[in-house]
């Protein structure tokens, strides 16, 4: 890069961007445009929790990037700035996908401190909380984010049936879930047993996908405040808009605005155009396989790399491969099996084979490539 002075030239030390935190994937937005009757069901069923009685729960569905986290960061907030009486406490559940990891981090939000690492049985962790609870006078929230990784786990059952019925077993203890799934191929009531379909009538609240208007409004803060003026003007965050609406996932656009202007920067230029576009469209396009890849563990990245190392092969065969890497039995394979199929990373699907009657075929639902780069 020169530093000769030059029109439209960028120098050295400046930048396209005014704030390129506005990008960043924790960013909270400031104003939560298109969501308003989301977020006044999800106000009304938490109300009690602020006069002291038990809230509703809540099944919040929606597919990813539809800011269904966003809604439940900012009602958190307004709680905890009306009232001390409520405690919030939100559960990454792609991090922390078994009952006993779920109420560990709920420990962490009650004592601020994490429970002893030698251990402590779930009964023991449980109680403490809930009798911390009482002690207090305090009403729990508990948002179980991404609670479709609990259903992948069979954890979702026992987790919820050990919330709702808190209160038999810790007189006074009151708690209010809200579950948020991201699997629109889920019915998170009907996978639940019958024991907790009998304890759990939730209010029900959907985010659609936006579509390309509605992007184009909310991105356009972004751009406002994560860019100088003139940096992108409006046909190429339109652009930024339509690609976005493709999957429907917010965070593609976003991750689409930042890499666009890097690329502009890469050329030394003022102001994004739409090659810059075109070109981190590229990446961004896969921001949704990357974070299905970030939660997968060892085993399942193993299985996964097999799958695409052998794409539309048969379930027997993948098995081999995968119990000669892995050393685990078939029960654990078609476990994992499923779970890449419920997350959208791999298509097994029923095939007649000669010989063999019916059998599955595993492939792989994103390019190869794009797949074994990311698992790296
Ligand atoms: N209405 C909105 N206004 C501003 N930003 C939004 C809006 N909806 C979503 N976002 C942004 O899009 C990204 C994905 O939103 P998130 O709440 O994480 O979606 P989900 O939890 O449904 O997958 C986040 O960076 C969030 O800030
Ligand atoms: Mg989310």
Redesign the pocket.
């Known amino acids: 890069m020169s530093d000769d002075p030059e029109e439209g030239m960028l120098s050295w030390d400046e930048s396209v961007f005014r704030d390129e935190r506005v990008f960043?994937?924790?960013?909270?937005?400031e104003?939560?445009?298109?969501?308003d009757s989301q977020m006044e069901s999800l106000g009304y069923a938490l109300r009690p929790a602020v006069r002291g009685s038990q809230p509703l729960n809540v099944v919040v569905r929606?597919?990813?990037?539809?800011?269904?986290?966003?809604?439940?960061?900012k009602l958190f907030d307004e709680v905890g700035a009306q009232t001390r009486t409520v405690r919030t406490i939100r559960v990454n559940c792609q991090v922390n996908a078994t009952r006993y990891s779920v109420f560990s981090r709920l420990f962490e939000g009650t004592f601020d401190y994490e429970p002893p690492s030698s251990g402590i049985s779930f009964k023991k962790l449980f109680g403490q909380i809930a009798e911390k609870l009482v002690e207090q006078d305090r009403i729990l929230v508990v948002a179980l984010?991404?609670v479709n990784y609990l259903f992948y786990e069979n954890e979702a059952s026992d987790t919820l049936y050990s919330l709702l019925r808190a209160h038999e077993e810790y007189p006074g203890a009151k708690i209010g879930v809200v579950v948020?799934s991201?699997d629109p191929t889920l019915e998170p009531i009907e996978e639940l047993d019958s024991r907790v379909q009998s304890v759990f009538r939730p209010e029900d609240v959907y985010?659609p996908v936006?579509d390309e208007p509605?992007i184009v409004d909310?991105?356009m803060?972004?751009v406002e405040r994560g860019f100088h003026d003139g940096v992108v003007d409006r046909p190429v965050l339109e652009r930024v808009a339509e690609l976005t609406a493709e999957s429907g996932?917010?965070?593609v656009?976003?991750d689409l605005l930042r890499r666009a202007g890097l690329n502009a920067e890469m050329r030394a230029s003022r102001v994004v155009e739409r090659e810059d576009v075109e070109e981190a469209y590229e990446t961004s396009k896969y921001v949704h396989l990357s974070r299905s890849l970030s939660g997968l563990e060892a085993n399942e990245r193993a299985l996964l790399e097999i799958v695409a190392r052998n794409d539309g092969d048969q379930a027997g065969d993948v098995y081999e491969a995968f119990h000669e890497e892995t050393d685990l039995g078939y029960t654990r394979y078609s476990e994992l099996v499923n779970k890449l199929d419920q997350l959208g990373l791999i298509d097994a699907e029923y095939a007649d084979v000669e010989g063999r009657g019916r059998s599955r075929s595993l492939s792989l639902a994103y390019e190869k490539d794009a797949v074994l780069d990311r698992l790296e």
């Open positions: 960043e994937l924790g960013y909270l937005p104003t939560f445009k298109h969501r929606g597919p990813p990037g539809t800011g269904k986290t966003t809604a439940i960061q984010d991404d948020v991201s985010f936006y509605e909310i991105l803060e972004r996932d917010l965070r656009g976003i």
